[in-house]
């Protein structure tokens, strides 16, 4: 086993006692998933040959050719701005189908220890949460004039899993 990855592993032990969960452990794909109260789902992958750990979370769906919506989500992520230091995706739909919204932080391994996964977990579900909020807003055509508001991790507790 590579020295980064068991920092991953110790990390993410270091995390389910903080969550107060069982265990937390990489699966055979360097996976492994979170919920947050029972509605906020985090991947959690380590990519071995980059080096990094990248958390994941789908927020919601977006109708096609939401204009003043892409202008929201391109502003907000703008030097992270309204993502708390993670990236928004759109994934685009076939078809008809709506596009998807995805929230994505990627942790160098190399900047990567118990307390910083804690800390940026912490800032992830927060902005996890915020957009799962703000999306239907914009599906609506609503809520895309105004930035998203400058939120402080001392805003928001870790939620518990």
């Not at 265990?23 to 919920?35: A, G, I, P, Q, V």
């Not at 958390?55 to 030097?79: P, R």
């Not at 609506?140 to 004039?145: E, L």
Request: charged share 30%; net charge negative.
């Amino acid at each position: 086993m590579s020295s980064s990855k068991t920092k991953v592993e110790d990390a993410l032990s270091n995390l389910a006692l903080r969550l107060k969960l069982e265990s937390l452990k990489l699966n055979d794909r360097d996976e492994t998933y979170l919920l947050f109260d029972q509605k906020f789902h985090v991947t959690c992958v380590f990519d071995e040959e980059k080096d990094e750990f990248i958390l994941t979370s789908i927020v919601g769906d977006l109708a096609k050719n939401s204009i003043e919506a892409y202008k929201k989500l391109l502003n907000d992520n703008f030097f992270w701005a309204g993502t708390a230091g993670s990236r928004l995706f759109l994934d685009p739909g076939s078809g008809d189908e709506p596009d998807t919204i995805t929230i994505k932080e990627t942790i160098p391994v190399a900047m990567f220890d118990e307390e910083r996964l804690y800390e940026r977990m912490e800032d992830f579900v927060n902005a996890v949460e915020y957009w799962s909020t703000e999306y239907p807003k914009l599906s609506q055509g609503g809520g895309v004039a105004v930035a998203a508001p400058q939120v402080s991790i001392s805003d928001f507790g870790m939620m518990s899993a």
